[in-house]
């Protein structure tokens, strides 16, 4: 089990590095979109919040329930998992990819600042050891993978590519399915990690 990961996860730091030589169009349309949802995040009121997202303070507080974020976690995923798979239908599709990558990098660092208005310097643990760590790999899955669509499905700016269907709607989801594990993997174990250190404190 942990040799066939780490058999995954070498091959697709291999291709991250393939296809970002080959899409660096792509890979810098993703980093301007996440950039742009990190300064609109910080440009919200965050001053009227009272019920603060970080599961660090309240677990030390003594009143986290792990529940509700079990299922935040999952319903993150699934939703990441299927902007992957928007990507495949048509270039229409692929252009709404890109709309989800912001939403998913503006949900995450305003989940983050609403935490640091909230908790101070607990807010700010909770941005740099469990935030951060899951937009960076979030986001490198996100540009390997859509990249790779893109090359595969040979779309061009063209009218004949806008609407019609590719076909590898299928064969996107079996395709990735093994990373999409991998990646909501990494996620639970990194949350369930830091919740029982702080259980432990």
Same mark, same amino acid.
């Given at each position: 089990?942990?040799?066939?990961?780490?058999?995954?996860?070498?091959?697709?730091?291999?291709?991250?590095?393939?296809?970002?030589?080959?899409?660096?169009?792509?890979?810098?349309?993703?980093?301007?979109?996440? *950039?742009? %949802?990190?300064?609109? $995040? !910080?440009?919200?009121?965050?001053?009227?919040?009272? &019920?603060? #997202?970080?599961? =660090?303070?309240?677990?030390?507080?003594?009143?986290?329930?792990?529940?509700?974020?079990?299922?935040?976690?999952?319903?993150?995923?699934?939703?990441?998992?299927?902007?992957?798979?928007?990507?495949?239908?048509?270039?229409?599709?692929?252009?709404?990819?890109?709309?989800?990558?912001?939403?998913?990098?503006?949900?995450?660092?305003?989940?983050?600042?609403? *935490?640091? %208005?909230?908790?101070? $310097? !607990?807010?700010?643990?909770?941005?740099?050891?469990? &935030?951060? #760590?899951?937009? =960076?790999?979030?986001?490198?899955?996100?540009?390997?993978?859509?990249?790779?669509?893109?090359?595969?499905?040979?779309?061009?700016?063209?009218?004949?590519?806008?609407?019609?269907?590719?076909?590898?709607?299928?064969?996107?989801?079996?395709?990735?399915?093994?990373?999409?594990?991998?990646?909501?993997?990494?996620?639970?174990?990194?949350?369930?990690?830091?919740?029982?250190?702080?259980?432990?404190?």
């Amino acid at each position: 089990m942990l040799n066939r990961l780490k058999t995954t996860l070498t091959d697709r730091v291999v291709g991250l590095k393939i296809a970002l030589q080959r899409c660096k169009v792509h890979f810098f349309i993703c980093v301007g979109l996440v *950039a742009l %949802a990190f300064l609109i $995040a !910080l440009t919200e009121g965050y001053d009227d919040q009272s &019920v603060s #997202p970080n599961f =660090i303070a309240a677990t030390l507080n003594g009143s986290y329930r792990p529940v509700g974020t079990f299922f935040k976690i999952a319903c993150f995923g699934l939703l990441f998992y299927a902007a992957i798979l928007l990507t495949s239908v048509n270039l229409i599709g692929y252009f709404g990819g890109y709309l989800a990558l912001y939403f998913l990098a503006f949900y995450g660092f305003r989940t983050a600042f609403w *935490a640091i %208005a909230c908790d101070g $310097a !607990l807010g700010f643990l909770f941005f740099f050891i469990f &935030v951060l #760590p899951l937009l =960076i790999v979030d986001f490198l899955f996100f540009v390997l993978l859509t990249a790779e669509i893109y090359q595969c499905a040979s779309f061009r700016l063209c009218r004949t590519h806008l609407f019609r269907l590719t076909g590898r709607l299928k064969a996107t989801f079996f395709r990735y399915l093994r990373a999409f594990l991998f990646l909501m993997l990494f996620h639970y174990v990194l949350w369930l990690t830091i919740y029982l250190i702080c259980r432990l404190c």
